[in-house]
């Protein structure tokens, strides 16, 4: 925090404050004790991908607003081109969070959903090797991890337990909740490519 106010302090000595949009941002979180674990995981609960993400930018953004909308950070791309003033390309992934920032939007409303994967994976509590690829879809009321090529994954009901201990990937009662997850971060992994050129020619 102090070497945060330091770069802060500097751009307010310098005039710079009002023309420098600040992002404030981690790539993870740390687990801490959270489900017996420290570090950083690998896994895909909460309190390793849900992660504190501050933009500031003084007399072009609303100050003190807060926002629990989904948001990735794939999404300050296209923000960070559309405060510039400039095209976003097609083939940018995320979506704009500047009318949020502006108080222009709902500061509650951004995606339906949110899509992570893990390359270096852990199950079970357990080094598996080869480590195993996870993808992840998260919204506002659900959150599936997937474990591809092994029969195992998590469910987890976020209203009824926020702190992600009921897994029922397993639940008889939860398979149709399941399975349209299962669609989306399937869909989801998908549309994470890199998009190929726009087709130019009828073949």
Known sequence: DDQVGRILRFLDDTGQRQNTLVIFMTDHGEMLGDHGIYLKGPYLY???V????????????QAGLRSDALVELVDLVPTLLEALGM???KRVQGRSL??????EADP?????FVYAEDYNAITGHKWCSPRPYVTMIRTRTHKLSVVHGMELGELYDLEKDPDEFENLWNSPSHQDVKWQLMKRCFDASVFAMEPLPERVAGW
């Open 46 to 48: 909460d309190c390793a």
């Open 50 to 61: 849900r992660v504190p993400l501050i933009l500031s930018w003084s007399g072009h953004f």
């Open 87 to 89: 095209p976003i390309p």
């Open 98 to 103: 500047l009318k949020i920032c502006t108080g």
């Open 108 to 112: 509650h409303q951004h995606k339906d």
